[in-house]
């Protein structure tokens, strides 16, 4: 591979990862900062926390469809057209959220916002990684996976302590305008539909010779159509077990500091938790690029996606048996270490297993499961809680379904054609 394609490469992978960074204001993550002070803003027009769980709810499921969307879009167009869209019309609908007064407006655009940011944005993302390497995959993904989660890092301190400085929404028009102004046009000046289309060889077996006899349409892809991706029980093991993490995910990140006081600990250990989940979460993320890669341990996507889940089973079922701080301290870390290893599996199993051809569809699809499932995961909590006063029984019936996928991704065969 040249040396001009591998730092061109480079180029996209970081703005891919600046591009996931960009869908904070479309998370639950990122709505949380806002949260508290939204709350009080709209609190005289009725809206409870009740009320509120249930307009994020079906803001969750448009994010779902937004992700169904957007690959057709990708793999016709390409990502650099897609970013630079997706960008603008985010920058768009946030500095409308910030601007709105009534709780009709506020729905609709935390709905457009989740659309947007947790879905289309979130594969765009994802997909242009893919659509640019090949052979080196595993290597280019588990890059992005850590640039992105310091792109977080740093993303939430910043954004929280505007919060509290100027208000949710100045915060929110400022995040607006970096969107709009920041990552559009970095998306136009940096990406590309592919290595093809600036005369750059693909790290595959496709030829100069190839390239120069047509078009960069005219030079297809290899891998799986959509059809046949849903047909192979990989494509279902990868799926189900990356949206069971987001559904776990999404609930006790909605309703921690609650599951922990039940528990008998205070917000001040709350706040430490997050903190070593996000530092595990980096040496996971650190970990799984390493086992992925062709100078590394080399683990096959399946054991390692059994052994994240078991992590993650082991952790749930520890929730309810918490009782000292070391016990929280070790559980955050598992949690943290397990979903650092599933970002890096979550964003290079499909191309790896599946190909480039229909990348995008694809990736929208398992997006789209990711994302229903983040919206389930805390309705699963919160009614548990209320029928039974604890949120132990769920946390051991998720446990046993994790537990079963972990054993579903030792047996299940990945397509030998695909998985190189």
């Known amino acids: 591979m040249s040396p001009k394609r591998v730092f061109y490469g480079w180029l996209v992978v970081l703005t891919a990862a600046a591009a996931m960074v960009g869908t904070l204001p479309g998370r639950s993550q990122g709505l949380g900062l806002i949260t508290e002070p939204l709350l009080t803003d709209f609190a005289d027009a009725g809206l409870d926390r009740v009320r509120y769980a249930g307009i994020n709810f079906w803001a969750t499921l448009a994010g779902a469809l937004g992700a169904l969307g957007i690959g057709k879009m990708i793999d016709r167009a390409g990502a650099r057209v897609v970013l630079v869209v997706v960008s603008l019309l985010l920058a768009v609908t946030v500095a409308l959220m910030s601007q709105v007064t009534s709780i009709a407006a506020l729905a609709v655009t935390l709905a457009a ?3 947007i940011g947790q879905g289309a944005l979130s594969v765009v993302s994802i997909a242009m990684v893919g659509h640019w390497f090949r052979r080196r995959i595993n290597a280019a993904m588990a890059t992005y996976s850590i640039v992105l989660s310091i792109g977080f890092m740093l993303a939430f301190p910043v954004v929280g302590s505007a919060v509290q400085s100027w208000g949710w929404r100045r915060a929110w028009l400022c995040l607006a305008i970096a969107l709009g102004a920041g990552l559009a046009p970095l998306a136009w000046l940096v990406v590309r539909r592919g290595p093809e289309s600036i005369g750059l060889l693909p790290d595959g077996d496709t030829t100069t010779e190839q390239i120069a006899s047509g078009t960069e349409a005219d030079v297809e892809a290899p891998g799986y159509r959509v059809s046949e991706a849903l047909a192979t029980g990989a494509f279902w093991v990868f799926g189900i077990g990356a949206a069971l993490y987001g559904l776990v995910a999404s609930g006790i990140g ?3 500091e609650s599951i922990l006081a039940e528990r008998g600990f205070n917000h001040d250990v ?7 989940t ?7 993320n650190f970990l799984g690029g390493w086992m992925t890669t062709e100078g590394g341990a080399r683990v096959s996507l399946t054991r390692l996606m059994a052994a994240a889940l078991f992590v993650l089973a082991a952790g749930v079922a520890a929730l ?3 009782s000292s701080l070391t016990h929280v301290m070790t559980w955050a870390a598992a949690m943290g270490l397990g979903g650092g290893v599933m970002m890096v599996l979550f964003f290079s199993a499909w191309p790896r297993v599946f190909g480039r051809r ?5 990736q929208g699809i398992a997006q789209a499961l990711t994302v229903l499932a983040s919206a389930i995961g805390p309705l699963l909590l919160a009614w548990c809680a209320s ?4 949120y132990a029984a769920m946390f051991r019936i998720l446990a046993i379904v994790i537990a079963l996928t972990s054993v579903a991704s030792l047996i299940v065969v990945v397509p030998k054609a695909a998985e190189s």
């Open 113 to 115: 916002t989740r659309a």
């Open 254 to 256: 909605l309703f921690n």
């Open 270 to 276: 709350y706040y430490q938790s997050l903190v070593v």
């Open 278 to 284: 996000a530092m595990t979460g980096l040496a996971g």
């Open 320 to 322: 309810p048996h918490l």
């Open 358 to 362: 229909h990348l995008g569809q694809i």
């Open 387 to 390: 029928a039974t006063g604890s």
